[in-house]
């Protein structure tokens, strides 16, 4: 039971938070799309292949999806770190109160908030590829950890199996990994419109 007091709450908004809140506190300006020279008539005529891919965003939608994402995870902070503190507080007083529904309601609330957020992401209508990426791994660290919350529930107040435990634990894995893939990801994507730095000015040489 007082596993659950170790619960990080933190690891299921923050994380997913952190492929895209860390470039700016506000969107970037967008980048002027540049016009690109007509292609030749042999180029027009792709091989069938190369015709049935999506069509590559321009810099200038990559760059309003980029800044949608951002505006999105900022007003959704508040009520993620609401949700998250009130987890805590709920499952320390069920845990104290050695009271298993308690507990169960607490994650429950939790949950609720986790699809309501879901359902807030879905609406964003973002189509660059490289943003839409991002998105969507978003969608899956919330819905891991949102599944995880009620397997752990389920292996404290239950006896699991060796079945149950192994499933557990690779959806654990499971979501590790997607968190580290999200952050490299988001940290690339980050990377790619925040503004360059300044060259450092160049030391003499010494004599």
Same mark, same amino acid.
């Given at each position: 039971?007082?596993?659950?007091?170790?619960?990080?709450?933190?690891?299921?908004?923050?994380?997913?938070?952190?492929?895209?809140?860390?470039?700016?506190?506000?969107?970037?300006?967008?980048?002027?799309?540049? $016009?690109?020279?007509?292609?030749?008539?042999?180029?027009?005529?792709?091989?069938?292949?190369?015709?049935?891919?999506?069509?590559?965003? $321009?810099?200038?939608?990559?760059?309003?999806?980029?800044?949608?994402?951002?505006?999105?995870?900022?007003?959704?902070?508040?009520?993620?770190?609401?949700?998250?503190?009130?987890?805590?507080?709920?499952?320390?007083?069920?845990?104290?109160?050695?009271?298993?529904?308690?507990?169960?309601?607490?994650?429950?609330?939790?949950?609720? $908030?986790?699809?309501? $957020?879901?359902?807030?992401?879905?609406?964003?209508?973002?189509?660059?590829?490289?943003?839409?990426?991002?998105?969507?791994?978003?969608?899956?660290?919330?819905?891991?950890?949102?599944?995880?919350?009620?397997?752990?529930?389920?292996?404290?107040?239950?006896?699991?199996?060796?079945?149950?435990?192994?499933?557990?634990?690779?959806?654990?894995?499971?979501?590790?990994?997607?968190?580290?893939?999200?952050?490299?990801?988001?940290?690339?994507?980050?990377?790619?419109?925040?503004?360059?730095?300044?060259?450092?000015?160049?030391?003499?040489?010494?004599?």
């Amino acid at each position: 039971m007082n596993k659950f007091t170790k619960i990080s709450a933190t690891a299921l908004f923050a994380l997913f938070l952190t492929a895209c809140d860390k470039p700016a506190d506000k969107p970037a300006p967008a980048k002027p799309e540049t $016009t690109q020279p007509a292609p030749e008539a042999k180029q027009e005529a792709a091989q069938p292949a190369e015709a049935a891919k999506p069509a590559e965003a $321009t810099p200038a939608q990559e760059q309003a999806d980029y800044n949608k994402l951002l505006e999105w995870n900022a007003s959704q902070a508040q009520a993620q770190m609401a949700a998250q503190q009130k987890l805590q507080s709920d499952l320390t007083a069920a845990v104290q109160a050695k009271d298993d529904k308690k507990i169960e309601e607490a994650i429950k609330t939790f949950n609720k $908030t986790v699809e309501d $957020t879901i359902a807030s992401l879905d609406k964003l209508d973002i189509t660059a590829p490289s943003v839409k990426s991002i998105k969507d791994q978003n969608k899956e660290v919330l819905s891991l950890s949102s599944e995880l919350l009620v397997d752990q529930l389920n292996l404290a107040t239950k006896a699991p199996t060796e079945e149950q435990t192994k499933a557990y634990q690779a959806k654990v894995e499971k979501l590790q990994a997607a968190v580290a893939k999200l952050q490299k990801d988001g940290a690339d994507l980050a990377q790619k419109f925040a503004p360059a730095a300044p060259a450092a000015p160049a030391t003499p040489a010494a004599k």
